[in-house]
């Protein structure tokens, strides 16, 4: 299983691999936001020939045709507000913080 974070941008999209064991297979990179783009990300988790686990920022417009993508080609993907992220970490920071 790869686990695979994107942060979705306007003009570009940034990408983060994890195994399962940790290992990074592919250093981080960046692809356009174009179709180019998508398949070059799609190249490059099919090279890797495992199951994909996909999280991203939920950003509205910038991320919609990444997620039609994505979805048309079966990737398991997770959207996150990254608001709701930082208001979970701040909790957890202000509990153990006493």
């Known amino acids: ?27 981080n990179k960046y692809f356009p936001n174009s179709l180019d783009g998508f398949a070059y990300l799609n190249k490059k988790l099919q090279q890797l020939n495992e199951t994909s686990l996909i999280a991203l920022e939920d950003t509205g417009h910038y991320s919609f045709n990444l997620l039609a993508f ?25 509990m153990w913080s006493w």
């Open 1 to 27: 299983m790869l686990y695979v974070r994107i942060d979705v941008a306007k003009h570009k999209h940034d990408f983060a691999l994890l195994d399962e064991q940790g290992e990074i297979p592919i250093k």
């Open 70 to 94: 994505l979805h048309e080609n079966n990737y398991q993907t997770y959207t996150y507000n990254p608001f709701r992220l930082l208001v979970i970490e701040e909790s957890y920071h202000h």
